[in-house]
């Protein structure tokens, strides 16, 4: 944890480091991955059978798993889980159905027909990572937008390590309207949904978190198919005052920082004495905390606290870093929110821990990482949706725009390109 | 050409081989292509100098293009061309002014406030080819939805081989709303770009095609600063039927061939008359085309014929086919228009050549190739915005939801995130 104080002579220089800092480890997989799309595209089932066998030690006899597979499987699910992710999902529908785009279509003053519609992608693959990284409230927050955009097939690849899976994922699945499974995992599952197999038909995009295998294969395959953004670890910037409880705030930060030995909690405060009280609750609150070892090793390596004189400083520091998530536990958020240009999700006010958004606050939990909200958005229902753009002139309206279309062909040398237009007004 | 016929007993064969040809060459460049990044994030204007000197004969003082030298070169620019460009702008904006969407806040019934702000970009660059490929137009359609998403710097590169530009380029940047203008290029216009030099600050995301350096160039930058689709060959795919005149038909699929050697142009059709009446047109109108050789090898190693027995049948073709351009000739366009899901951009009557959209239709021209259209769409306002999500819940409304997010958190492994919430329900 270092401490920075914006007064402080060579605070800039330092804060441009906090910035440019890349904390992703990245590991070169490059070769490994190529080759296993290579096999898979070749061999198939095969291919992805062997290397479910030789990474995931699981034989299994049919990629799919069946209904009854399923079901006996998800009935495992603890009912007040199943419960919390129903109430889940019914907040993040609402949310995310409030973004279901309108078509445009209209005819303009020269008789021109222009439209744009929105269409949902028809097919497309989830991967949802084995192990410790099994987030069910993630697969939620992949499916439900691509529910609600309309895509009819909506296909989930989760890996079986030993056989084993956790019940609480296909639960999820089942509430998020997952319309197929496959007990799959790593770069072969990558493969099998951008190729598809004898028993994996291709799908058109690939959303979902996974390990540097699984992130590789996705940039290895886009173009073939589409794909989410690649996520880095986790980031929570804290604004705070004095006010605030000191324990809540500390809570807030360690609730990034038990995700990853890489993530980044970041505090912005301007008060000195609150800055001290929540750095000791931090550390009060670690040593009884089961997640503990990595919580400790992001926060001892990647954690910061910045002392403001005010905290409008802190606007301009938050668009620099341009973090995942906020924090404004102050007495006015909506001040501070309005300001604000690069981030990916923003929690306002004191009873808003970030939290409640990762589960079941309503707006999308999968959000830019490393300074990417710069340019880019958490997924959304417009991420399964594409746009068609119509145009339609009728012998009238061609001959009033189609000069100045041979015009600017004829300036680009294009002689074909006008020649279809010019045969059309003699 | 080839020419396939539904009813032919290989067609599925070949339609599928059609369907799953790459026509794009690719030189694999990565290596060349990671020096000149890695050396202009290091040495900056010095190193980008270097190179220009090299690649485009041109030895620059100063990268940035002043006021003076834009106003005199674009003064060159002929005054119908310059017309034509801002009558084609006045379109492009008032098509692309009605994709602006509007953002999202609400209370829902427990209490919780949700929104969903769209935010334009700060900073974008756009990449204008050199030569050739140095189309004003599509410097039109890149800047104008930058402008009209609000971006406040809008950065052009744009190589000036010999020391040479095209003022219609110039004259168009000036219409477009271009800010900065630098008179560089190559993979070493990208690294300025997403890494700033002294003379050129770092911009948040670029767009724009290029040559196989510029591609691969985008494609390493990607992640330190955001990119549109990497652009294929031009395609476009033309459904007639025997009603049209064949010499507009064939104008039309030149109008894509003459673009590029690896071009595609294929028409779907049900009079089998009309189809050689077209193909016969094609060969007159090439042996007179200025652009005859780069149109002539694009027909014969990539046109397609295909018969059909009835046009309904081109749509499962189209949709599997997924073209940057369709164009529909036809008496009631609008039937087929309603059953496409897979195109870029849709062109409905006899009136309508595609080139009309190339130029001053209104909808963009920039669009996705290679059957990406199944999963991206034409560029458009909203690859200048990004969205940020907002969440505020008070004492109550935490109260009400908090518990479920609790039993989540638990279920997943993740105490502090439990934490975070139960703290302020005490």
Redesign the interface.
């Known amino acids: 944890m270092q401490l920075l104080q914006t007064t402080d002579k060579d605070f800039s220089v330092k804060f441009k480091t906090l910035v440019s800092d890349r904390r992703e480890v990245t590991v070169d997989v490059s070769g490994t991955v190529r080759e296993i799309l290579a096999d898979v595209k070749v061999r198939g089932d095969a291919a992805v059978k062997d290397y479910t066998s030789r990474f995931d030690r699981n034989n299994l006899q049919s990629l799919h798993l069946s209904e009854t597979f399923i079901a006996e499987h998800a009935t495992q699910c603890?009912a007040?889980?199943l419960?919390?992710?129903e109430?889940?999902a019914e907040?993040i529908v609402?949310?995310h159905e409030?973004?279901v785009?309108q078509d445009?279509g209209?005819t303009?003053a020269v008789g021109?027909?222009?439209g744009?519609n929105w269409?949902a992608?028809?097919q497309v693959g989830i991967y949802v990572p084995g192990g410790?990284a099994s987030?069910?409230?993630s697969l939620l927050m992949n499916a439900l937008p691509a529910k609600i955009a309309g895509v009819e097939r909506i296909v989930m690849t989760v890996p079986m390590p030993g056989g084993e899976i956790n019940p609480?994922v296909l639960a999820a699945a089942q509430v998020a309207g997952v319309t197929e499974i496959y007990g799959i995992g790593g770069a072969q599952a990558i493969a099998a949904l951008a190729y598809g197999t004898e028993s994996i038909a291709p799908v058109?995009?690939i959303v979902g978190p996974g390990n540097a295998y699984v992130a590789e294969a996705k940039r290895q395959v886009f173009?073939t198919?589409?794909i989410d953004s690649?996520a880095g670890p986790s980031e929570i910037l804290v604004v705070a005052d004095s006010q605030n409880?000191p324990?809540?705030i500390a809570?807030?930060l360690?609730?990034q920082?038990?995700?990853d030995p890489s993530a980044q909690s970041i505090l912005i405060t301007d008060s000195e004495i609150f800055a001290q009280q929540v750095i000791k609750a931090v550390e009060k609150?670690i040593a009884n905390?089961?997640?503990r070892e990595v919580?400790s090793a992001s926060w001892q390596n990647y954690a910061a606290v910045i002392l403001v004189s005010d905290l409008a400083e802190s606007i301009p520091l938050l668009n620099q870093l341009a973090p995942e998530h906020v924090e404004l536990c102050v007495d006015n958020?909506q001040l501070l929110?309005d300001q604000?240009?690069c981030?990916?999700?923003?929690?306002?006010?004191?009873?808003?821990?970030?939290?409640?958004?990762?589960?079941?606050?309503?707006?999308?939990h999968i959000l830019p990482t490393?300074r990417?909200?710069?340019?880019?958005?958490?997924l959304?229902v417009?991420d399964f949706l594409?746009?068609?753009?119509?145009?339609?002139?009728?012998?009238e309206?061609?001959q009033t725009?189609?000069k100045?279309?041979i015009?600017?062909?004829e300036?680009?040398?294009?002689?074909?390109?006008?020649?279809?237009?010019s045969?059309?007004l003699q």
């Open positions: 603890p007040d889980v419960a919390a992710l109430f889940a907040r609402a949310f409030k973004q785009p445009i209209y303009d021109v027909k222009l744009l269409i992608l028809s410790r987030y069910p409230s609480v058109d995009k173009g198919v589409g690649i409880n324990d809540w809570w807030d360690l609730s920082a038990e995700h609150i905390l089961p997640t919580a958020p929110a604000i240009k981030a990916g999700s923003v929690f306002l006010g004191r009873y808003t821990p970030e939290a409640i958004g990762d589960y079941l606050g309503g707006p999308n490393a990417s909200a710069r340019f880019a958005s958490g959304s417009y594409k746009r068609i753009t119509f145009l339609e002139c009728n012998q309206s061609l725009i189609g100045a279309a015009t600017l062909a300036a680009e040398g294009l002689p074909a390109h006008a020649g279809s237009v045969v059309r």
